[in-house]
């Protein structure tokens, strides 16, 4: 009787047997990655594109009668960590609920930018007109921005990000932390037009 039972369980051991050898073989691929994160490097400063297209944006502007300065573009895991702090653990008002490598910034994909008065004064005031023209000057610079192919941060339906604009280039944040980037030779920045 004994004998029967054993020999039911034979192939069921063989089994096992054969898929710990395969499993063995094959450096356990089919777990990699489940308890343990891949280390992929960041960059280390601003995608040319995003480079070249705040550069457009801030010239396109200053066709328009608006002078902006780029206040933030690339910033490392660390600088994001201290700015995550502000409001929490240090002084001063919550400005980002991303970590860092949760931000754009961290791959160098995202700017920040604030608007410069004549008096030389740097402001984030979303009405002024300076160029009145009868439009506030901060939603001239987000059209211009988002024809030159930047998001911006005041469309989220969260927390709004007024002074952001990214371009993700079709890149999930996940993505980006995995180690995929954007293609250089695909995009361009091409666009010199003034609107």
Do not use: C
């Not at 898929?19 to 891949?38: H, Y």
């Not at 439009?135 to 969260?158: H, P």
């Not at 993505?175 to 980037?181: A, D, P």
């Amino acid at each position: 009787m004994l004998k029967i039972k054993l020999r039911a369980f034979i192939p069921f051991f063989l089994v096992l047997i054969v898929l710990f050898i395969f499993l063995n073989q094959s450096e356990i691929t089919l777990f990699k990655g489940l308890n343990t994160r891949q280390e992929v490097s960041l960059p280390t400063e601003l995608h040319p594109i995003v480079r070249e297209r705040s550069d457009q944006l801030i010239q396109q502007a200053a066709a328009k009668g608006i002078v902006i300065m780029i206040t933030d573009d690339f910033r490392s895991t660390e600088d994001q960590d201290l700015l995550y702090e502000k409001g929490r653990t240090a002084e001063g008002n919550i400005v980002t609920h991303a970590k860092g490598g949760e931000s754009y910034h961290n791959f160098g994909l995202a700017v920040d930018f604030a608007i410069k008065t004549p008096n030389d004064d740097v402001i984030w005031d979303m009405q002024y007109d300076g160029n009145k023209n009868g439009k506030g000057d901060w939603n001239e610079v987000v059209e211009l921005a988002k024809s030159l192919g930047f998001a911006w941060g005041g469309d989220w339906s969260q927390f709004k990000d007024y002074p952001h604009l990214q371009m993700d280039f079709g890149l999930t944040l996940a993505e980006l932390q995995n180690g995929k980037r954007p293609a250089g030779t695909s995009l361009t920045a091409d666009s010199n037009e003034v609107k």
